[in-house]
């Protein structure tokens, strides 16, 4: 946008030249100042705010972020995402490598494999959500089932059992993902050179051991795209658990998105919502930032 | 600059990922029952029936009357196939006031969808095409936070949203969700266009100069026919993603023009008068019908717009 060059002189004006492009790329330059950094920077400053109903400018310092701190509520939360996250991410990693290992092995129908791993991921969130809430379902699902066949004391009931309600959650959202790391590890696999293989057949490696130290190892880059992905859903996750559970029993599968939106948009308590928002924003942060330093940062090689 | 490169480098990791999944290469292997095929095949088919059951599941229960369901168990097929439960999630189920059935959230969803589509790709098309072929200075900084911006959580940015919606007047109308569609579809839209453009020749876009062609005429009439299967990933990617949207739908539209998933969940997860699972499947069914359309007529184009889109959010 700017003019400053010393060109300016000899043509009409800097502001014009490429005026298309500018034209064009208006929305661009809206969204990314006015939504992403702009909306980012005041939901930053009002989350020092004590706005209630309405966004206000009546500064308190650290208050919302000392009551989100202590509300048991947010610590609930806080602690379901770091249950989830960490299972989900070592689940989803284990699971996707080992199906795209299976079908990496020169198979038959592997279209047809891939085809059924991956079609849940086409389904939103609400839907698995839906599905699972009555597979689940004590009186007529899985437990139902066990139970009618003989097992009489057979107890699977996770979504009304608060200690293991997560993991109800978190079976869902495997069924849901596991298909698209799936596909990212097979791509990955079928990146890596035959003559590796060739070799190590050649000098008698065993399998798990050339696909442990060699074809791992090769496939750095493929893991660390699959866990951004990973991570960035994992912060993500609110419809699953809304249409899962409510975020129930008893407030038991709360997580900070859910938090976000009840405090915003039920509770009318816009300042912790912002608090919150910032948290989640700051957990992201945690993750991206080292993760582009590492990958971009001090690296000069091509 | 780096943030920029992060991004692309992730997507052109991603780009292959199409062309490596059209098979196995090498000879077939010749069909022996020997241990090792048991055992994967063994594996590869029980997990296949894991991942198929929900569905099964589904379908079977919604195709029950609910005498049926109370009795039997969910798994066992249909003794009585009935097709009420569809009739009656599509047309009479109710969600608060309105007992009009799912049939008012899908075409909410489609009014929402198609221009949301239809807006965010004409945008974001000519921006990627912009910033490949007529950069101007400052381009690289606004699309490095369009790119970044692509990270942060939604939930730091609905409420100015919210707030900026409201001084336009489009506030909880379909045209409010669709500017914020097509917002938050603008990072990895653009991304896609972008890269793809900058793989176009540069000498075409030369000689169309020389020719006199400007910025819209080069648009028209080369790049955006040579960039027909971009657009086609792009439009799957963002038919899925905003059929599928559940958070934008409920803070951004009113109950009358709730979208399909929101519309839903509304049904499923009312607390009054009696559960019918039927029902509830049924309408679970044909909230994913879309999207699962869309996924077995693509294909191949599916999987290269999901790995492009999963960067975003």
Known sequence: MSSSSGTATRRPSQMFRNLNAKIASIPMILTALCVFLGGTVWTIVYSFTNSKLLPRLKFVGLDQYERLWSAPRWLTSIENLFVYGILSLIFSLVIGFLLAAMLDQKIRFEGVFRTIFLYPFALSFVVTGLTWQWILNPDFGVQHLVRSAGWESFTFNPLYDQQIVIYGILIAALWQGTGLIMCLMLAGLRGIDEDIWKAARVDGIPMWKTYLFIVIPMMRPVFITTLVIIASGIVRLYDLVVAQTSGGPGGASEVPAKYVYDYMFLAQNLGQGFAASTMMLLSVAIIVVPWAYLEFGGRKRG | MADVQTLNTVAVGIDPVADRLSGPQGARPKRVLSRRNIFLYGTLIFVAAYYLVPLYVMIVTSLKGMPEIRLGNIFSPPVEITFEPWVKAWATACTGLNCDGLSRGFWNSVRITVPSVI???????????????????????????????????????????????????????????????????????????????????????????????????????IMLPMALPIFVVAIILQITGIWNDFLFGVIYTKPDTYPMTVQLNNIVNSVQGVKEYNVNMAATILTGLVPLLVYFVSGKLFVRGIAAGAVKG
């Open chain 2, 119 to 221: 807006f965010s790709i004409a945008v974001a098309s000519v921006n990627g095409y912009a910033l490949a072929n007529w950069r101007f200075k400052g381009a690289n900084t606004f699309f490095t936070i369009l790119i970044v911006g692509a990270f942060i959580p939604y939930q730091v940015m609905i409420y100015p949203i919210v707030i900026l919606l409201r001084e336009i007047g489009l506030y909880g109308t379909l045209w409010g969700l669709v500017i914020v569609h097509s917002i938050f579809g603008m990072p990895i839209l653009t991304l896609l266009f972008r890269n793809y453009f900058t793989s176009v020749p540069e000498e075409l876009f030369k000689a169309a100069r020389v020719d006199g062609a400007g910025f819209w005429a080069i648009y028209f009439k």
